[in-house]
């Protein structure tokens, strides 16, 4: 007899990785306008990380700028 709880593989399902990059631009915006980071140190950062887990090749150099500039221009109008 096999337990309900081995039955369920709990390490198979990943995360979105699309997702997880969108709340790290938004959790990243917010710390930049706080001040704990520079609007380049961030983006670089972000970057780096859409590359690593293969974002930009998936969807497009064009798509992971435009979340990018989504998530910093909404902080950078709510600080004008």
Known sequence: MISAAAAIDHHSA???LLLVF???????AD???????TLQESVDVLWAAAER???VDKF???EIQWH???AFGRW???NE
Do not use: F, I
């Open 76 to 78: 950078r109008l709510a």
């Open 68 to 70: 990018l500039s989504e």
């Open 60 to 62: 497009g150099a064009d």
């Open 14 to 16: 990943k995360p979105d």
């Open 31 to 37: 710390l930049t306008a706080r001040g704990l980071y």
């Open 22 to 28: 969108l709340a790290r631009c938004e959790a990243r």
């Open 53 to 55: 887990d293969g974002l």
